[in-house]
């Protein structure tokens, strides 16, 4: 083997020398990094962190990211090339590679699916990637292309796009990335995944003068004679002339102005633009813009701290000085936010970058606009509802500097901080943190947590209902806690009181599954010039049809679940696997036509609440009415506009919103939240219904919160109507400790999932022997069936492991239980079986 020398002072850099190997993780489920060879022509220029071309299986070809450059050659087999290289900077950070080291080993998932989760798609490409041309381009004279180049372009102005295999068959050529790479650069051509959409870049359609008018005087008289029959093309030329000072800066003509603000101008129409290009006065064209572009405010809010906020400033100061995450227990409306922008601007003017992770995607809408007042143009937005393309978009600017503010929920985690300094996880007890499929399932507050330490910053968690877990590492010291338990300003906590069903429904006085009592509240709200919001966790009409001759009920045929009924589409639903179908007309198991709905979702409540008070304006908010880009924000932008009376929704009305005008709320189905098969039941039931009633009354009138339930005096309930966060700490610390659940243990949930019913009770029976065996029988709780037994056609069994945080190294245990757990499905008996690992599960 050769002897390496290394030539360059980049510790990141290839050694100088002819055998020189990359490790490399590709984003797929395999275990390991993969060892490539590097040519020689590459080797100067290959760095750590950097994504190359590789070919994976006899014929694959993927996207990588190289974690480690040496010398060593492969023991087994010979290394294939690393195809190309596609940055000239690394992508990726020591600290992001790091961190994906990091969450393979914690979560028991392969390298591959971490690295797979933290690319946009946008930055990898496959054997199934495409090409087409960049919109918009034109090829210029005198621009020098290859041979090869110039027939890509020229096939491609014929056909829409291309795979890798058309393209390297029209150029007669294994290795396309050269030329793709090149024409790339040159912005001639869009590379995307065929399984998402195609590049589209954000255009504004714009208009400006012709240019042999800017010279003669005489020609634009004429042209603007020419107008005199058509009233709204002048005008249009007009307000253009006025808002362009054409002869004084002829280059303010090159931008010129946006068609649709030549039209709110005029009060005209796109007709009368047209009519001015077809005339040969004004051409259109189109400018590209970029998504991210809020652009600066001319003076940035800067927020005014009262005693308290201030108070609590400083102490969570005095825990950064400490070096532990901070926990902020601020209740509802304590002006957290206000406190994470005067931190925010502390690291910025330090030259820090900060994240700032929200559970949902729902939170964004208002959020953004206030961070936007806070921080203007070096604020950056991160989540799903964006495309492939927007999201690389972001990651460049992050990148380049240009952003330094990053609002986003727990994906985020994976973006390239060059110089994080403070990362705020707000409602960190939310657990849509946790990701459930498919691998990697982490926690975007934990992987937060060691993403701090990687990057030395400061970490503050906030909550106005910190997780049971959170608030113990709080009062042991682990973290540093601090408290925020008034209102800001004259605000003060709604008053919440109980409607006993029983009451009512023994007057006869429900109406549907509304009490009498709480329509009273809604007509008072409303007649009162404000608004209230309605709270059920359950989303379409009803979540059962059930036959009053036999009692059964439709259900889903690929899972163990009944069928959902969603009446504005006429259809039953699955909510686990998606499955659809026609609502029936009788009954599929006695063919009796008597089918009645049973229980009620956010659908009926609408619904109902419409036929008892059609004077009301009523909108809905759930994943049904809210799935398309910008319906969320188009329906927040109603409520803070009051073209809203009540607001009907499920758990997205319960979360950080801020609407003036609301001063009631009404929470359905209770007994139903607090019963639910799950040891954190009432502390999520107390979460819930705590963060919706916190929308009531933020500002000048106290709000009032009435839980509909057939059980008032129960303890929980009680608990609730106190706002008494801590009698609901010490009585679950206490039930934890007692039946060993975290914080006091570490909890890993097998799940063991087959096509037969009789294999997956054998397989499961025979793991959990096994894993008894490894790591006492006495960890080891199941197999067991789970609430929901079968879903996708698979049979579910569950296996939970509890591990002790005193006298075992739970590394050790983990490889142990990811040993068997390997061992077990590559047993010939166990073919076909899948078995997933949670760590941490949220319940």
Known sequence: MSKLEFTSEDPNAAPAYTDIYADVAVPRAVPGLFTYRVPMLMQPHLLIGMRVVVQFGPRGVLTGVV???????????????????????????????????????????????????????????????????????????????????????????????????????????????????????????????????????????????????????????????????????????MAYLKEVPVWDNPAANEKGLTVQYLIQQTNSNDAAVKGLVQKGIMEQFELIIPRFSFGPVSSPYQPTLSGLQQEARQSILAGFDEQKPVLLHGITGSGKTEVYISLANDAISSGQQVLILLPEIALTAQMVDRLHAAFGEKLGVYHSRFSDNERVELWQQLQGGIIQVVLGVRSAVFLPFQDLGLIIVDEEHDTSYKQYDPNPRYNGRDVALVLGRFYDAAVLLGSGTPSIDSYYKAKTKQWHLVSLQERHGAALLPDIACIDLRTEVAADTMNGPFSSALLTKIDEVVAGKHQAILFQNRRGFAPLIVCQQCASCPGCPNCDVSLTYHQVQSQMRCHYCGHKENVPKTCHHCGASHLTTSGYGTEQLEERLIALRPNLRIRRMDQDTTQKKNSFNRLVKELEEDQVDVLIGTQMVSKGFDFKRVTMVGVFDTDRLMHLPNYRAKEQTYQLITQVAGRAGRHKTKGEVYIQTYNPALPLIQTIINHDYGQLYEAEITERASYAYPPFVWLIELTIRHADLATVIRSSQLLAERLGAKIGKHRVLGPAEPSVSKVRNYFLRTILIKLEKQGIKRDNVKKLIADVVKHHTTDLPNKGVWVSIDVDPVG
């Open 67 to 237: 974690h480690r450059i040496h010398g060593q050659a492969p023991l087994k087999g010979n290394a294939k090339d690393v195809l190309d290289i596609l940055d000239l900077y690394p992508a990726l950070t020591p600290n992001q590679l790091k961190l994906h080291g990091w969450m393979a080993d914690y979560y028991l998932c392969t390298i591959g699916e971490v690295t797979n989760a933290a690319l946009p798609a946008g930055l990898k490409i496959s054997s199934e990637s495409r090409v087409q041309l960049y919109p918009g381009f034109e090829l210029e004279l005198g621009l020098k292309l290859t041979a090869r180049e110039s027939e890509l372009l020229d096939q491609l102005q014929r056909q829409e796009s291309m795979s890798y295999d058309e393209v390297g068959g029209l150029l007669q050529t294994k290795s396309v990335y050269q030329t793709l790479k090149n024409l790339q650069a040159l912005r001639a051509i869009v590379v995307y995944d065929q399984a998402y959409d195609k590049y589209t870049p954000k255009k504004e359609r714009r208009v400006r003068l012709v240019a042999n008018l800017l010279d003669d005087d005489a020609a634009l008289t004429e042209a603007s004679d020419l107008l005199h029959k058509a009233p709204r093309q002048y005008q249009i030329l």
